[in-house]
């Protein structure tokens, strides 16, 4: 087991990554002065798959499967089933889940009673490595992503390594995609590391994946404490996302995985970076070729540019007017740049869904 602090100015947690944690979760609860009542959150298909064990040990809410569970109703009957079991401000919320899951869980503690307590235990690669850590939570509203939401930090993240053996191949590879942005914004070594080592990390190899999840949420940890509230130095954990957004809006939610567009975004701030001579066509390649190893995305079949175009353009990354996109400097350095033209994020996109067609 590895232990990862969080330390930020107003709370600190700890992210415990290793094999079988949840065996044992009331007792790492109970080392982090965590009390009930307990409320579990999960979706069906998670619970069904990974989550039987927890079934007699607390209480259990369900939420439905899928983005679609990111809504005021699914909020408002969690509520409802927070307050008939009578929880109170001392009381504990468990996201057992992926980043739906955490996103909604997280977001029903920050306002139920001005705010409760939170446990991430994330299921999915994408979320043991970024969205189970940092405090973000929200739903989707009139279909932008994550419109409503709050910042509340867990008071524990368990990412316990056993559970990734339930993904399945799509879902493993979404968060390998989000794993890889680590290493173009922040660790060069980890770059190297992701792109040298992907056969066992393709393979699930239980130490390879260990060391990935422990590394990015690492650096997410730093990055978080640095700046909680996403005024500047946050803003790069966005990298691949202003477009990646875009095209899972454009898709209603359904057509892509979040680490999927997340790799279409991630292309895309490197080929628009390499048209504003802000990263050299070596380094641009070579994020495109790290991306290609981990396997073909899927198809952008269906998804229009005009829907796409109009989700960006009402991202929550827009300042004084204008869309704010983080483009690789080069591999481990990436900068906020506030002054792409529309014309070539429009270009870019389109190049992306065209190719994608053609590659049938």
Do not use: W
């Not at 053996?165 to 770059?191: Q, W």
């Amino acid at each position: 087991m590895q232990t990862i602090p969080v330390r930020l100015a107003h709370a600190e947690y700890d992210i415990i990554v290793g094999p079988d944690l949840l065996q044992n979760l009331e007792e790492h609860l109970k080392r982090a002065g965590l009390s009930g009542p307990f409320l579990v959150i999960s979706q069906p298909r998670i619970f069904k798959a990974a989550g039987q064990f927890l079934k007699k040990r607390f209480p259990l809410a369900l939420i439905p499967d899928g983005e679609r569970a990111k809504s005021m109703t699914t909020v408002t009957r969690l509520l409802d089933r927070m307050a008939a079991l009578n929880m109170t401000r001392q009381s504990t919320v468990i996201a057992f889940g992926g980043g739906v899951v955490g996103d909604v869980a997280g977001f029903v503690a920050a306002i139920y009673m001005r705010g409760v307590s939170v446990v991430q235990a994330p299921t999915t690669l994408l979320a043991q490595v970024d969205s189970s850590i940092g405090g973000k939570t929200g739903i989707n509203f009139r279909s932008v992503k994550n419109l409503v939401g709050a910042f509340h930090q867990p008071r524990l993240v368990v990412s316990d390594s056993t559970l990734l053996r339930t993904l399945s191949d799509r879902e493993y590879a979404s968060g390998l995609y989000e794993a890889l942005k680590y290493g173009v914004i922040r660790d060069a070594g980890l770059f190297e590391s992701f792109v040298d080592g992907i056969q066992p990390l393709l393979t699930r190899e239980p130490d390879a994946v260990g060391r990935l999840v422990s590394r990015c949420a690492a650096i997410k940890a730093e990055v978080v404490a640095a700046d909680e509230r996403e005024s500047n130095l946050r803003r790069i954990l966005n990298f691949g996302h202003t477009v990646g957004h875009a095209l899972e809006a454009a898709g209603n939610f359904r057509r892509l995985k979040h680490g999927e567009a997340v790799g279409y975004g991630m292309i895309a701030a490197a080929r628009i970076g390499l048209a504003l001579n802000r990263v050299s066509q070596s380094d641009a390649e070579r994020i495109e070729s790290a991306i290609a190893l981990i396997g073909r995305l899927p198809s952008l079949e269906g998804i229009k540019l005009r829907p796409a175009l109009h989700a960006l353009q009402h991202d929550k990354k827009i300042r004084d007017g204008a869309v704010h996109f983080v483009l690789p400097r080069g591999i481990g350095c990436v900068e906020i740049t506030p002054d792409v033209p529309l014309e070539l994020v429009r270009e870019t996109v389109k190049a992306l869904i065209h190719e994608s067609k053609n590659r049938r």
